[in-house]
Each structure stands twice: as C-alpha cells, then as structure tokens.
C-alpha cells in the first residue's frame, strides 16, 4: 500500500468519502488511488474555487466534511475565496494540497510557493506530512481537527513522494470529542439578565439555525419578552411553515442600526456581535447602541442548543410558541422585476428544497415572500466574498440527492465560478440555477453613493456595468452540458421553473431583470 491508498482509505474509514478535485501532475498517486479505494467519489472541479466552494456546501448540509484536491500553492490561491466563505461559515472541510517531491523542493521549481503561509490564512489546522510512514496518521488527525468544536478548515501538505512510496496504513479514526457541558451558572445568569434588561435581543446564527435551536430560541423569547434575529448571511437556516420565524439581520448598516436601536441586552447565539460590512466615512462600525451589553455564546467550548434549551426550562417557557403559517402567494403575472419573481419562486417551491441564495440585490424580497412556504433550507454567502453560489450547489445537490436544489444566482457573480455548470451537467445533479440578470454590480452602484464617492460620472458608470457585450447565460449553460431557457415575464418563469422542478438533472434559466431600486 503506497501513501495515497493509506490516506485516502484512512479519510474514508473516518467519514470522509466525497473529493472535490482539481489534480495536477504532483497529485497523480493521489488519482490513481482512487480505483483502489472505490468508497471515495471523486467529483472533478474545473476550477478550483468551484472544488473549495462545494465542500463548504457539503458540509452545509450533511455535517460532514468533505476533502478538496488541490495544486500546489497556486491551486489553494485558486480555492481561496470560498475556503474564506467556508471559514466564515465554520463547516468542516479537509484541504489535500499537493506539493513537490521532498527531494525536489531545494530546486525552486516554477510552481514552488509558501503552501504554509497562504493555508495558514485560511485554516485553523496546518500540517506538511512528513512522509509515508505517517500520511496516514496525518489523515486522521485533519479529519478530528476539520470535525472538532464548531468545525473548521484543515489543510494537509502532501509531498508527491509521500504519495507513491510504501506507507503504513490506514489508522483508525480519533474517537469523537465529548459534547461540552451545559454550565447552569451561566444559564441562571444569562436568564436573569434576560429577564432583567428590557429591551432585550437574541441574534441567532451558526448551529442554532436549526429547528431544535429555533424552537429553544422562541420559548426563551415567549418567556423574556426579547426579540429574535438571525444573521445576515447564514450557513443554514431552516425555515418555512410550521418552523418559528425569523427575521434576519439587515445588511446595509443604517437599517440594522434601526433594528438595533433601543437595545439594552443583545445576546449572540453562535453568532458575531454585530458589525457594519464596511467603513463608512463619519458612521460607527458597530451596529449595536453604545449602552447596549453585548453577550456571546457558543465557540468550540459551548453547545448553543443547548444552552438554549437550558435557558428555556429555566425560565419555565411554554413549550409551544408561534410558527409561520402556510402562506403560498399566487402565480405572479405579467412584468419580471426582482418582486414578481420572489413572488414566482415562492408560489412554486417544493417541500424540502435546499436554497442556495446568492441573488445580492435582486433577492431583496425573497424572505418576505417565502417565510411561509414548505419547509425549505437556506444558504447565503457567509463570508461575503462573491462567487459561493454555483459551487455552494453543487456540493449541497451531492450531500442530499434526494433533494431539489435551487441556486439563486446573480450574474456578476455567477461569472467567478461558472464553470460549477459543468460540474453539475457531468455529475447529473438536481439543480435549478436561476441567474438574475440585471445586467449590472448593482450593489457596488448603491456603495458608490453609501460611501461618499458620489453617483460616478461616465467611467465610473461603466466599471459597474455588464454589458458591451451582453453576458448570454442561456449559450454559457448550454456550452457546458446543462439545459437552459431565458425567461423575460413572469409567465415564462413559472412555466420555466415548473418544468424544471419536474426534470431530473441540472437546468437554468436566465431571469432578465430591470436595475433594481432599493426599497427604503
């Protein structure tokens, strides 16, 4: 058994059976490996933001994580946008970085870099395997480190002879780290506070965005009086009828500081305490009032489910508590703009549809329109850096492929990963990407303004702008294996999004959209 056959079988005995790949010459082992361990799926990536970007959406949705493949220092540059979004989201995720030969690394090759340096900006756990009698051993502890506490990112440096030379191996996987300890303490404490400090608020995010923590958060709240919020970006949230609402914190500062106002206690469920995305000149980067105590639970050492559900039965909280009623809004008809289409997508979506939300500004009035459709999970860009969408579904059609996808996408960003098409025509997955195209960076036509640089004249008009040419999503989509149409009212939309709900594979339809006005 050479290196690459006692790793991959050590990363499969521990869970780890899905490989997002984008391989070159240095991680040939590595490929052949594969035939030799047929548990591991090898899906190959196009490029390597797409292989990063859908093992985050993998461990989204199944809680697992999965590995990428990837080429030396230049391939984990590649990848490094959605590992950032993938650390942001604190999902568990196993970086394979292949490197040169020991042996050869003293020659400064064309492809050497500093892995160490751009892995360690990304990941919480580095290690460069020493070599064949211990790349298993190695294997092992990336799985335990990728899969303890919140989750995060590891990265394994696997020299290409450690790869073919006869290695030791496989290990068994670490045992699993005990659940942390619910410290009553700190319950009463944070009950009394709550009861104590009105107005009072509890933003939810990470773990407790899931119907157990959802349910704890709203009887703390029908026993507190507090109000609820999610983040504005989350990893996964579950949400629609039947399932406690939950409105989100806003993006745009001066409207999360409205909803902010008053606070006396803000309690951060696994979430950050809240900040502006960005400096603006004269405004507060924190959100939250100055006055306002801020409290954080969760981290590697804190379950917050169940500090919640503590908190609930130490408040004696009822244990029912309001949920979104079923509320499916009519076929929209006639003019497509970013409202009617909300409306369309909520008045179609299946149960159990998994919603990868990359729409930016056009998807402003999808949470309202959708709060009561059939359950359904949410996806968002955790970490705001652009180009997650795509990718984000391909991996979450791989972790539930008894599930509908559905990718919500906008076209600026759609163009960093498109080639995640190609991903999903070749591995026949169920998603239906819906690319709305308004033909603009419409967000960064708002920033111009938000951050004192005024409207722009004529060349800063056009740095912002997406057409001469026009980007043709129906011939892109088609190119690369995947069926496509384009809808231009919202008669084509519905029957677009009908048929493809009904179709098995991947489809997409390009939305044309008018520049979006910003409500409020």
Not at 456 to 472: E, F, H, K, S, V
Request: charged content about 15%; aromatic content about 4%; overall charge neutral.
């Amino acid at each position: 058994m050479n290196g690459a056959q006692a790793l991959i079988r050590t990363l499969v005995d521990a869970g780890v059976n899905v490989c997002f790949a984008n391989p070159g010459t240095s991680e040939m082992h590595f490929v052949a490996a594969l035939d030799q361990v047929p548990e591991m799926r090898g899906v190959l990536c196009l490029f390597e933001g797409v292989a990063t970007g859908a093992a985050d959406g993998y461990a989204r949705i199944s809680g697992r994580p999965a590995a990428t493949l990837l080429h030396l220092g230049p391939g984990l540059g590649n990848g490094f946008a959605n590992l950032h979004n993938a650390r942001r989201a604190q999902v568990p995720l196993i970086n394979v970085v292949g490197d040169h030969a020991s042996h050869h690394k003293q020659y400064d090759a064309p492809l050497e870099s500093d892995i160490e340096a751009l892995a360690w900006a990304c990941s919480g756990w580095v290690r460069r395997s020493a070599g064949p009698k211990s790349v298993a051993t190695d294997a092992a502890d990336a799985v335990a480190a990728a899969s303890s506490g919140r989750g995060r990112i590891a990265t394994l440096i696997l020299p290409a002879d450690a790869c073919w030379l006869e290695a030791t191996g496989p290990v068994a996987p670490r045992p699993a780290s005990p659940a942390p300890a619910v410290d009553a303490v700190r319950v009463a404490e944070l009950a009394a506070r709550l009861r104590a400090s009105q107005p009072a608020l509890m933003l939810l995010g990470g773990r407790s965005l899931r119907e157990r923590g959802l349910r704890a958060a709203a009887r703390v709240a029908a026993a507190t009086g507090a109000r609820l919020l999610g983040e504005t970006f989350p990893a996964r949230l579950e949400r629609g009828a039947g399932l406690p609402p939950l409105d989100r914190l806003a993006y745009l500062a001066e409207h999360a500081q409205a909803q902010l106002a008053g606070l006396r206690l803000l309690v951060a469920i696994d979430a950050a305490a809240p900040v502006s995305f960005f400096a603006y000149p004269g405004k507060a980067s924190t959100l939250s009032p100055a006055d306002c105590r801020v409290e954080l639970v969760g981290g590697d050492a804190e379950d917050p489910v169940a500090v919640l559900e503590a908190l609930a039965a130490a408040l004696g909280a009822p244990t029912d508590v309001p949920v979104a009623p079923a509320r499916v809004p009519p076929r929209p008809s006639g003019t497509l703009n970013a409202e009617t289409l909300a409306q369309g997508i909520a008045a179609l979506l299946p149960a159990n549809t998994i919603v990868v939300d990359e729409a930016n500004t056009s998807g402003v009035y999808l949470p309202a329109y959708t709060a009561g459709a059939p359950r359904h999970d949410w996806l968002a860009l955790t970490g705001g850096s652009i180009g997650i969408g795509l990718p984000l579904a391909v991996g979450a059609a791989l972790a539930k492929p008894d599930a509908r996808v559905l990718c919500l996408q906008a076209d600026g960003s759609a163009m960093y990963t498109p080639q995640a098409l190609w991903t999903m025509a070749r591995e026949r997955l169920d998603v239906t990407t819906v690319i709305l195209a308004n033909r603009s960076y419409a967000i960064l036509n708002l920033e111009l303004m938000r951050v004192g640089a005024g409207a722009g004249g004529a060349q800063a008009r056009d740095m912002l702008d997406l057409t001469r040419p026009t980007l043709d999503f129906v011939a892109l989509a088609q190119g690369m294996g995947v069926t496509a149409s384009r809808a231009t009212n919202c008669e084509e939309l519905c029957t677009q999004l009908e048929r493809s709900f009904a179709t098995r594979g991947p489809s997409l339809i390009e939305a044309v959209l008018p520049p979006l006005q910003m409500p409020g």
